[in-house]
């Protein structure tokens, strides 16, 4: 059982940025693909960003975010991030980490193991 905490959420203004953290329990760490998802009040969850297991080397952005938002990753602090420049409004929204053994995508399905989401807000 992989588990996945995030970590960063906060409050900041339009313009602004915020880094977010994802730690997950597993000793192959290296070999999962891992991803941000996002979900606004009254939406469903969408995908964000994804990262490829280390030897794979791809990443993955969602248009809306594309050259705002930065993924990338530490196997050696187990850690994924999501740095989150020029943010807007209309990214308030609580942001999960989810990470997959299997496969890499932009779909919920994908992914196996998920976190409890941290909430981030943009205020304009």
């Known amino acids: 059982q992989v588990q996945v905490v995030e970590s960063g959420g906060g409050l900041v203004q339009a313009g602004g940025s915020l880094r977010l953290s994802c730690v997950a329990s597993?000793?192959?760490?290296?070999?999962?693909?891992m991803a941000w998802f996002r979900q606004a009040p009254g939406k469903e969850r969408e995908f964000a960003a994804a990262i490829t297991w280390t030897g794979g080397g791809a990443l993955y952005y969602e248009d809306s975010v594309k050259d705002r938002f930065t993924i990338s990753r530490d196997d050696d602090k187990n850690t994924v991030y999501l740095q989150m420049n020029s943010l807007k409004p209309e990214d308030t929204a609580v942001y999960y980490c989810?990470?997959?053994?299997?496969?890499?995508?932009?779909?919920?399905?994908?992914?196996?193991?998920w976190g409890q989401g941290t909430q981030v807000t943009v205020s304009s």
């Open positions: 597993v000793r192959t760490f290296s070999r999962y693909n």
């Open positions: 989810a990470a997959s053994g299997r496969k890499i995508g932009r779909s919920r399905e994908d992914y196996d193991y």
